[in-house]
């Protein structure tokens, strides 16, 4: 009998460590440490269903895009998230859990997904707000994440963060384009910036200092950078973007720092990113709704195919 | 090409373009809606191919038009009996079975009409038509594929497919009704001879549905209209919702 005091699983902890510090990729099959292993389960399978979810308040708009070209653009974005939570799918599943289990973890409310898609895409330039800023921070997320430690995870985020960049830069136009356009349409786009500009900064999650999952994240190198840098760097990049197309970020602390180099920014409305995270955002009933209507409303699929499946065998092994 | 030619080729390439258009939006209320994440994305692959479908006829058929007619002039700013349409297209979605089954029944035809197309005297249509027969090849695999399943599957599967079959199958004749115009084009070498097509399409409905343990419906009641821009009730509602921003922000840039 082992367990986690035991020399053997010291010495294949150790041995684990120094990989990381190596900064070899671990791959599925490889000894791992059992925290490492539900640590990474809980990332990526809540990585995969921000995808799946984002889905919605995007796909909200495909019915409704204002010429066909944005049709086009946005049904390509919304195939692409769709592709990027099955290839997360696919990587946990390397971690020895099964599709299904994740979809349970989700409707059960056991597993998150980034709060962010618990706001509601009301107007047009919504969809421009969420491409520029939300799939902005996600990229400074993921670019990061190109460098973690597991091998399918950080191979999944270099496809992901290609795809990614051309969503940012659609939205990015949607956004510099209604700025062009009518009084109501820049005010349209400024409304979308206000509401969307506080809960991008919350998907970079709590403070370093209390963040639960971090310090050991960033040991075993599935974080290659803490939250607050990542959003500092966020923060950065969009000031000079807003700015060049005339938009105003809803901070009245948002300046430049010398001494930092970097930009001081007010603090994030921490109430706000705890009542949405546990359930009372505008959106979360919703989401996990329609998530579990689609997946009861698609059983007697599923179960045909199972059903033909099986059929296809019989009839097989009965004409060997 | 003779002006009145010219007007009706445009007329032809809008009628293409709003069957595309039409067919793209239903397929594209699938977002977030399948039966599994795959289904999502091939869906939303779908009904994107519809989408860029729509704006090469339409874009065309704008061109052909001229002054500042545009594919979304034509997308955006056309009422219900300016759509032309055909009928199964704007039939609501329905459950995965009668999305799968109108897909299948259409793929079958889009792939003889698109062959047809390729060999019009008009080059645009038929680098159109080129382009387009790609993706329904891959369409028609996937959609045959899931007829064998759902009528193979389990007695609900097969209920909603016979199901969808019965509720559909008065929409097809008008998939091989020729009118004036397609006549006319016809003569002209442009358009392709609808009638022409019933014939080898039945045959290939029929060998799938063979495999399956669903029986075709006998051929009986039938509804026509779309070209015309006689609808049915749910084509408005469609529009409200394409339209909706163009209308409610007129005039402006997107």
């Known amino acids: ?320 | 090409m003779t002006t009145d030619l010219t007007r009706a080729t445009a007329d032809y390439a809008v009628r293409l373009g709003d069957d595309a258009l039409i067919l793209g939006h239903r397929l594209s209320e699938w977002c977030s809606n399948g039966p599994f994440l795959e289904e999502d994305l091939a869906l939303t692959n779908v009904a994107l191919d519809y989408i860029g479908r729509a704006r090469m006829f339409l874009g065309y058929g704008a061109q052909l038009i001229g002054g500042d007619c545009t594919e979304d002039t034509l997308a955006y700013q056309r009422d219900c009996r300016e759509f032309t349409n055909l009928l199964i297209n704007e039939l609501p979605r329905g459950d995965f079975a009668f999305t799968m089954a109108r897909q299948y029944l259409l793929d079958e035809h889009a792939l003889l009409f698109l062959e047809a197309l390729q060999g019009s005297s008009d080059a645009e249509l038929a680098a159109i038509a080129t382009k387009a027969i790609k993706e329904t090849r891959y369409h028609l695999r996937r959609s045959r594929e899931w007829m064998l399943r759902l009528g193979d599957g389990t007695e609900e599967s097969r209920r909603r497919l016979q199901q969808a079959l019965e509720d559909i199958w008065g929409y097809l004749p008008e998939l091989f009704a020729m009118d004036e115009l397609e006549r006319e084009l016809l003569a002209a070498g442009i358009a392709v001879d609808r009638e022409a097509l019933e014939a080898p399409w039945r045959r290939a409905v029929s060998a799938t549905f063979a495999e399956t343990d669903v029986t075709l419906p006998a051929d009986g009641w039938r509804v026509d209209g779309g070209r015309t821009g006689y609808h049915t009730e749910h084509l408005g509602h469609l529009l409200s919702e394409l339209q909706f921003v163009q209308r409610a922000y007129p005039g402006c840039q997107w």
């Open chain 1, 1 to 320: 009998m082992t367990n986690d005091s035991s020399p053997n699983e010291q010495q294949l902890e150790a041995a684990f460590q120094a990989r990381i510090d190596a900064e070899e990729k671990i791959e599925p099959k490889d000894w791992m440490p059992e925290r490492y292993r539900k640590n990474l389960i809980r990332q990526i399978s809540q990585h995969a269903h921000s995808e799946v979810i984002g889905m919605q308040p995007e796909g909200n708009w495909i019915t409704r895009a204002p010429t066909l070209h944005r049709k086009a653009v946005l049904l390509a974005k919304v195939q692409d998230e769709c592709g990027h939570g099955l290839y997360l799918y696919s990587a946990t599943e390397t971690l020895g859990i099964t599709r299904e289990e994740l979809i349970e973890a989700l409707h059960s409310g056991a597993a998150k997904y980034a709060s962010i898609f618990n706001y509601p895409s009301l107007t047009w330039a919504d969809i421009g707000a969420i491409g520029w800023l939300v799939d902005g921070a996600a990229i400074v997320n993921q670019v990061s994440l190109q460098r973690t430690s597991y091998g399918p995870y950080a191979r999944g985020m270099v496809r992901i963060c290609k795809e990614e960049s051309f969503h940012q830069r659609q939205g990015y136009h949607i956004m510099m384009t209604l700025m062009q356009g009518s009084d109501e349409q820049r005010a349209m786009a400024q409304d979308a910036v206000n509401r969307f500009w506080w809960p991008s900064l919350m998907m970079f999650g709590p403070h370093d200092a209390e963040s639960a999952h971090s310090a050991q994240s960033m040991t075993w190198k599935i974080k290659r950078q803490s939250n607050d840098e990542l959003r500092q760097k966020f923060v950065d990049q969009s000031v000079e973007q807003a700015e060049v197309i005339g938009l105003t970020l809803p901070d009245p602390d948002l300046k430049w720092n010398e001494e930092r180099g970097h930009y001081d920014f007010g603090e994030i409305d921490w109430d706000e990113f705890n009542r949405v995270i546990s359930g009372s955002g505008p959106c979360n009933r919703q989401r996990i709704a329609h998530h579990v209507a689609a997946h009861e409303d698609g059983a007697w699929v599923r179960e045909a195919i199972a059903a033909h499946e099986a059929k296809k065998q019989q009839r097989a092994s009965k004409a060997a």
